[in-house]
């Protein structure tokens, strides 16, 4: 039974329960105010999503990366790591290039460049009026997110004056588009990709990219097009060290400001009295007490730490009814260590500029196989089209490998969140459906395995506390951002309980490896506690 005393507490301005980035971004901002922080995280340790480390038993040298990867929304929103100086703590990236790559089933290939100049020169080799389609198109993308990239960065529940203007003077400079902006952002992606273009590997190419978003048949899903327009304008790019770096980095800074972090510290009670948060209390027993709180998890596994009663039971409900993997489909992880290396070599000897495509992000299927993947999974079922993301992270920092190694990260992007019988009945042969899919693309990848790791839904569900394995916590939506993040009387800067805070993907602006949540969640802390 769950008790709210608060038995020889220890005394914090700020509790945070979830050690992931944001809430470790959390942290150092409010350290560096000089409040009392804390950090407590589940796990055995720091990073959540946006960590790495050696798991597979046979290959205790391949470094795997069980989550998050690439550094897109932190190049797009760079704040945390100037403002916290993580540099300072080990904090590298590096730039890719090319970045993304559409692998076709015929050995063409479509990259992505770094301007919307250089992606229809590559398009102008399959078609010269899909590469005019595109730039025409690139017109309407960039407004918007000239327009969303201001409205992103701050707290939506403050006025945001600047901001407001900054978004309306690029309107205003732009109203000949709005009409067409706006049908482009409300309509289905699927769409507005078949109604611009029509040869199929440049179609293909852009289904596989925007799938990763969610199925693109949906309505107002053209909001995805953002991501085209974020990895053409700042390009990607990875964490030198592998993804664990950027929490290392984090937590030394918050060690160096004075805050605390513990790990192995899972939460059994968010204890609130008289309408208040009085602080937190551990499975182990002890009770940390905190004038304010911010729960850098789920938002409903957040509410339902808090003391039974606080919160009213309609927005318990309406936490855990926000969507999460609500189309029925998620991604299927499976990484692969590697006795050697591997390249797309078939893809490559087809490109007239002989690029090398070995440090890319390899987007496999076709557009009906990103179709068929999230039909398949919404009836519980595995397709049998591949359409998957793939990459070789040791191509880019060959030190997350033995020399003349590699570790392969694959991303099967739909797969069923619920499938019939369980995923315990097919595991093993939807990982190696996986890696022979893979190994069309990437020769040798079957070959020359050395050990696996697989993850679905369930397992991330488990291990990172997420409902259905959802990464991005709440589906991502034009319905579901600002305010309406995670739902309608959630998103703003005050809760139920006063001196609770949400702090992670689960609000405004979303998933994605940026601080943003964090720092909004901060914000709110300093304003509430009168910093």
């Given amino acids: 039974m769950r008790t709210s005393a608060l038995s020889s507490p220890q005394h914090y301005d700020v509790a945070i329960v979830g050690g992931g980035h944001n809430g470790l971004a959390a942290a150092c901002y409010l350290a560096a105010e000089g409040l009392k922080v804390i950090v ?39 704040m945390m790591p100037r403002e916290l100086q993580l540099e300072r703590h080990g904090f590298r990236q590096t730039e890719m290039n090319p970045g993304y790559v559409y692998l076709h089933p015929d050995g063409s290939s479509l990259v992505f460049g770094r301007s919307a100049e250089q992606t229809a020169a590559d398009i102008r080799r399959f078609s010269e009026r899909d ?16 327009i969303a990239i201001p409205m992103m960065r701050v707290d939506p529940a403050q006025k945001n004056l600047g901001a407001k203007w900054n978004a309306l003077k690029v309107l205003l400079r732009n109203r000949h588009l709005k009409a067409d902006m706006t049908g482009l952002v ?41 991501l085209l327009g974020f990895i053409q304008r700042f390009g990607l790019g990875r964490v030198v060290g592998g993804m664990q770096t950027l929490p290392n980095a ?125 039909k398949c999974a919404a009836r519980g ?6 359409y998957l993301w793939a990459t070789v992270p040791s191509a880019v920092d060959p ?6 190694q590699d570790i392969a990260y694959l991303y099967a992007v739909a797969m069923p969140v619920d499938p019939q019988g369980g995923w315990d009945a097919i595991r093993t042969a939807v990982a190696q459906q996986v890696i022979t899919q893979a190994d069309e693309y990437l020769p040798g990848l079957k070959a020359l395995e050395i050990g696996r790791r697989m993850e679905a839904a369930p397992d991330f569900a488990a291990r990172l506390n997420v409902p259905k394995g959802c990464v991005v916590h709440i589906d991502t939506g034009a319905t579901r951002s ?44 300093k304003r509430y506690l009168g910093k």
């Fill in 250 to 374: 984090l937590a030394a800074r918050l060690a160096e400001l004075g805050g605390e972090a513990r790990v192995n510290a899972p939460v059994a009670e968010i204890i609130a009295k008289d309408g208040r948060v009085q602080g937190l209390r551990l499975v182990d027993g002890s009770v940390i007490a905190a004038h304010s709180v911010i729960a850098a998890v789920h938002p409903s596994v957040a509410l339902k730490m808090v003391t039974p009663g606080a919160v009213e039971r309609r927005l318990l409900v309406r936490a855990e009814l926000a969507p999460t993997n609500a189309h029925g489909g998620a991604p299927v992880k499976v990484d692969v260590a590697l006795r050697g290396q591997v390249r797309p070599t078939r893809h490559e000897a087809l490109r007239p500029d002989k690029l090398s495509l070995r440090q890319s992000v390899l987007l496999i299927g076709t557009a009906e196989a990103v179709l068929d993947n999230f």
């Fill in 381 to 386: 079922e595995v397709s049998k089209q591949p």
């Fill in 40 to 78: 407590v995280e589940a796990l055995p340790k720091l990073g959540g999503m946006a960590s790495s480390g050696y798991l597979i038993p046979e290959a205790p040298q391949h470094l795997v990366h069980p989550c998050a990867l690439d550094l897109m929304s932190l190049r797009v929103h760079p």
């Fill in 482 to 525: 600002s305010t309406m993040r995670p739902a309608y009387g959630l998103g703003g800067d005050t809760l139920p309980v006063a001196g609770l805070f949400f702090g992670g993907a689960g609000i405004h602006p979303g998933g994605g490896v940026n601080g943003l949540p964090g720092r909004i969640a901060a914000g709110r802390v």
């Fill in 186 to 226: 409300g309509s289905p992606a699927y769409t507005s990709i078949v109604e611009r273009f029509e040869h199929p590997v440049v179609v293909s190419a852009l289904c596989c990219l925007l799938g990763a978003a969610g199925p693109i048949t949906g309505e107002a899903t053209g909001v995805y097009f953002a």
């Fill in 399 to 404: 030190t997350q490998a033995p020399e003349g």
């Fill in 131 to 146: 590469a005019a389609e595109f730039i025409a198109l690139m017109k309407l993308v960039d407004t918007f997110i000239d």
